[in-house]
């Protein structure tokens, strides 16, 4: 291999044709050509997102929208759910844009559950709440739906919703999950260089959006929607972001949603049969793994084999290619393999015996 192929949480591996569609010529931001390249992602991304709300393109990792939404759309106070690193820093974003905060605490490894939320909201402190779909750095996967359905009991308060690991490798249907905002950065199941978010706002948001007096510009979502009708951006965009969206959206189309949901079970599986035929157990609790990512226990929980993780992540590196040695307060004491993007069953299988030799040598 002429570099390590990236199987961790993100980046991902970015394909050749892709890198080829990022390099296509510049165009103007404010000409016919960008306007076209828009219009022809735009329908493409809607029916990817299952919504006939325009769906945004920013220039800016995901956690600029994810701030954007808070200023936007918090008021009151916000709920944070929080079961991982990443939906655990959001506690601390809201408090940094001067939202009054309250987390809704679980431990690494749980979903959050409806209930939960339900218990929380039912106080009537709160018109907005946070949710990753899907907590990278523990590889679990909260029962979306199940929690979207609490919007028909809550309709005033904002569900601001990250689907970064899991948007494009799952189905996420916003208009029949009712929710407020849905985003997700491209560098992880879109298989796209870091760099850009996809997101789409509810009617309800973008009226609250619009009486919200400090929801400042770069991530306005009255600007985003303006810009939109026009297909434009509201600032400069990464145009070479947008090119191999358009190439990658293509892709998505000619394999099929439905096929390429049911790839990503398929890889997904695969890591999960080799870690517990290798006598590791799931970090997750049994039900809520996600199906972009495997968080695999090396001690963290009881039960399952252990073994020297760095160990692991530097042989099979060797062998060409990058797994992750987990994250934060369970780095080490977890692993993390990725199968998002572009990985088909061939492609995971080259991995896996990797991993066996690597195994065999530790």
């Known amino acids: 291999m002429s570099h390590i192929k990236l199987h961790i949480p993100g980046p991902v591996e970015v394909s050749e044709s ?10 103007g931001h404010r000409g016919q050509g960008f306007k076209d390249l828009v219009a022809k992602v735009q329908p493409q991304l809607q029916s990817l997102l299952g919504t006939r709300q325009s769906v945004y393109l920013a220039t800016s990792s995901a956690w ?20 991982g690193a990443f939906s655990d820093k959001w506690l601390e974003v809201a408090g940094r844009c001067g ?3 309250e987390p809704l605490q679980v431990p690494w490894g749980s979903p959050i559950l409806p209930a939960q939320i339900d218990a929380k909201l039912a106080t009537g402190q709160f018109d907005s709440l ?12 909260s029962p979306l739906e199940e929690i979207a359905a609490l919007k028909r009991k809550y309709p005033e308060v904002m569900f601001i919703v990250d689907a970064v690991s899991s948007m494009s490798a799952v189905p996420l249907a916003f208009d029949e999950l009712g929710i407020d905002v849905l985003l997700a950065g491209t560098q992880k199941a879109f298989a796209l260089p870091p760099g850009l978010t996809i997101f789409t706002v509810s009617p309800a948001a973008l009226a ?12 306005d979502f009255v600007e985003f929607e303006k810009y939109a009708a026009e297909h434009m951006t509201p600032s400069t965009p990464s145009i070479s972001h947008v090119h191999a969206l358009s190439s ?24 999960r049969d080799w870690a517990l035929g290798h006598g590791f157990t799931l970090f997750p609790e049994a039900g809520h793994e996600s199906l972009t990512l495997c968080c695999i226990n090396n001690g963290a929980k009881p039960g399952g084999r252990t073994v020297d993780a760095a160990g692991l992540q530097r042989l099979t590196k060797e062998a060409g290619f990058l797994i992750d040695g987990g994250y934060g307060k369970i780095k080490g004491t977890t692993f993390r393999i990725s199968n998002m993007g572009d990985e088909t069953t061939e492609s995971m299988g080259r991995l896996m015996a990797a991993l066996d030799h690597s195994l065999a040598r530790l």
């Open 18 to 27: 892709t890198f080829r569609a990022f390099c296509r010529p510049m165009v």
């Open 64 to 83: 600029g929208v994810m701030e954007g939404a808070l200023r936007n759309l918090t008021r009151r106070k916000v709920l944070n759910c929080m079961k």
């Open 99 to 101: 939202k009054a905060a």
């Open 130 to 141: 946070t949710l990753i779909h899907n907590e990278t750095s523990t590889g679990t996967m």
């Open 208 to 219: 609250k959006a619009s009486g919200t007096s400090d929801r400042g510009y770069y991530f």
């Open 248 to 271: 990658k959206l293509d892709e998505f189309f000619a394999e099929g949603l439905e096929r390429r949901y049911a790839r990503h079970r398929q890889t997904n599986q695969m890591i």
